[in-house]
């Protein structure tokens, strides 16, 4: 299996801080990967470094065999799926869902008026049908719950046939109906062998989709375990990870945590 992504030693450092602290970390062919941490441990720079939009201060970062600083990023970027909030911002709220998800195949976030594609569109429509948003093709992406906000930018993160496919808090702001139906919609694209790695950023292990098979957890920056799921993700790192006494439960195939009473 090969590297989709890979960072040896990266350090991000801002105002004399380092963000990114001295992180080398691999993701192959095929692999999903949770990534969990503390409020502020550097989750999502780590994203921006693995979609090109932010370059180490030290280290390299190779993305789908291409080092960073060596590369083209526009040839990189449209081999890379990000869905999150920077990404719900960055959206014209009067564009329908059906438009929004279509701009991607154009590398463009607003609509003109050129003639898109019919084969483009049938696939717009595909993804939308599969995240549960064909009710709501015509409606204005700025009147949509956050939830169908979610479901839509995972629809078109998926518009470019990417590689790599990065998710950034993606149930965050959720009732739980709506984490559920996400994640079981993400349980699906996780075990489809033809859907590209994943690296979903989260706070809850209970948002983790059956189908995710790693887990790299950060705090201060610092990688402090990173592996399997089965090994990896249990209540010792996770105490560590957060900083308070916390239990880790595999119920099936979902996970679930608590911390331990005040004595
Ligand atoms: N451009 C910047 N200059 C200085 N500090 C920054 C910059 N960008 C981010 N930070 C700081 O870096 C740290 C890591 O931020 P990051 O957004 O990666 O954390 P996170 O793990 O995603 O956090 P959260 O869970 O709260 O979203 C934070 O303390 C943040 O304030």
């Excluded at 909030?85 to 195949?105: D, G, S």
């Excluded at 949509?144 to 808090?169: H, N, Q, V, Y």
């Excluded at 706070?203 to 990173?226: C, D, N, S, W, Y």
Aim: aromatic share 6%; with cysteine; proline share 5%.
């Amino acid at each position: 299996m090969s590297d989709v992504l890979e960072l040896v030693d990266v350090s991000v450092v801002r105002d004399g801080r380092a963000l990114v602290d001295e992180v080398s970390w691999s993701v192959k062919e095929g692999e999903r990967w949770v990534i969990l941490g503390p409020n502020g441990a550097g989750k999502t720079t780590l994203l921006n470094l693995a979609s090109s939009y932010l370059f180490p201060t030290t280290g390299s970062v190779t993305i789908l065999g291409d080092r960073l600083g060596g590369v083209d990023v526009f040839e990189l970027r449209p081999r890379i799926g990000m869905a999150g909030i920077a990404m719900a911002e960055k959206m014209p709220k009067r564009q329908t869902v059906l438009q929004t998800v279509l701009t991607a195949a154009y590398g463009m976030t607003a609509t003109w008026h050129e003639d898109y594609d019919p084969v483009d569109e049938a696939r717009a429509r595909a993804f939308l049908d599969r995240l549960g948003m064909n009710e709501y093709l015509d409606r204005r992406f700025g009147t949509l719950s956050e939830g169908e906000r979610k479901r839509t930018l995972i629809a078109r993160a998926m518009m470019t046939d990417p590689e790599l496919l990065l998710l950034d808090e993606p149930a965050a702001g959720l009732d739980l109906g709506g984490r559920e139906d996400l994640v079981r919609r993400l349980g699906r694209l996780a075990r489809d062998p033809y859907a590209p790695s994943m690296v979903m950023v989260t706070h809850h292990v209970e948002e983790i989709a059956p189908g995710f098979t790693h887990v790299l957890m950060i705090r201060q920056g610092k990688v402090l375990a990173a592996g399997p799921m089965e090994t990896e993700l249990n209540s010792r790192n996770l105490s560590l990870c957060f900083g308070l006494p916390l239990v880790v439960e595999r119920l099936g195939d979902r996970w679930t945590a608590r911390g331990l009473p005040l004595k």
